[in-house]
């Protein structure tokens, strides 16, 4: 079993709709929670940053942690076409991050 | 941007060959990690370095090693390349180590045939 488990997807979904994603985990021991974008053969960019459970939103995105499920979710509303990308979730508690597999997402205009 | 760069962009190398990749962090940032990201797939934790120490090992062989420099540059080597080597090989920096956000150059994408 993988210690990060994300749906690798693809996910298509038409411009201005609502993309949900999320991530299940196995290590209790996880506390700093973040997703990533990645754009075809580009390094990932950080979208969102997260210690602990709870909510957290930046513009059109929200992150949710729930570590009693250890599992988190990422959000995007209103979502465009430039937003067509592979999320990563990654999570840490000391000093690697260890991610997902990426989820593909494809915003169709 | 996140100010961190990676040199070369692409690479191919033979079965058997050595290949080192170089990174530079920002400026300040004391702390470099190497990952590595096949197709399709997330990143892998390969080594953390802190101040020219190595940090932390993920589970890759004896024959991936790196070096820190006191300049915030930093170089992945890894010897007898073997086909499965084949990958994007991206390196992250940061100011501290547990707590704080890693930011990522583009990467080197490395072809072993």
């Known amino acids: 079993q993988k210690e990060v488990e994300q749906d690798p997807g693809p996910l298509s979904v038409p411009e201005g709709a609502i993309v949900s994603l999320n991530c299940t985990y196995s290590n209790s021991a996880f506390q700093y929670f973040m997703w990533y974008r990645q754009y075809s053969r580009k390094g990932p960019e950080l979208l969102m940053y997260?210690?602990?459970?709870g909510n957290k939103e930046d513009g059109r995105f929200t992150a949710q942690v729930d570590k009693s499920s250890k599992y988190i979710s990422l959000f995007i509303r209103d979502s465009q076409p430039s937003d067509s990308a592979t999320y990563l979730c990654a999570m840490s508690g000391d000093y690697k991050l260890s991610f997902g597999a990426g989820t593909t997402v494809t915003v169709r205009a | 941007e996140t100010g961190v760069t990676q040199s070369p962009t692409h690479l191919i190398k033979t079965r058997g060959q050595q290949v080192t990749l170089r990174c530079s962090s920002q400026s300040g940032h004391n702390t470099v990690s190497w990952y590595q990201q096949a197709l399709g797939q997330g990143p892998q934790f390969i080594f953390q370095y802190y101040r020219e120490e190595e940090n932390g090992r993920g589970n890759f062989p004896p024959r991936f090693s790196g070096l820190q420099f006191p300049n915030y540059s930093s170089e992945l080597n890894v010897n007898a390349l073997e086909l499965d080597d084949s990958a994007l090989y991206l390196c992250a920096s940061s100011p501290g180590t547990v707590t704080d956000t890693q930011y990522f150059g583009p990467g080197t994408r490395l072809t072993v045939l």
């Open positions: 997260t210690y602990s459970s």
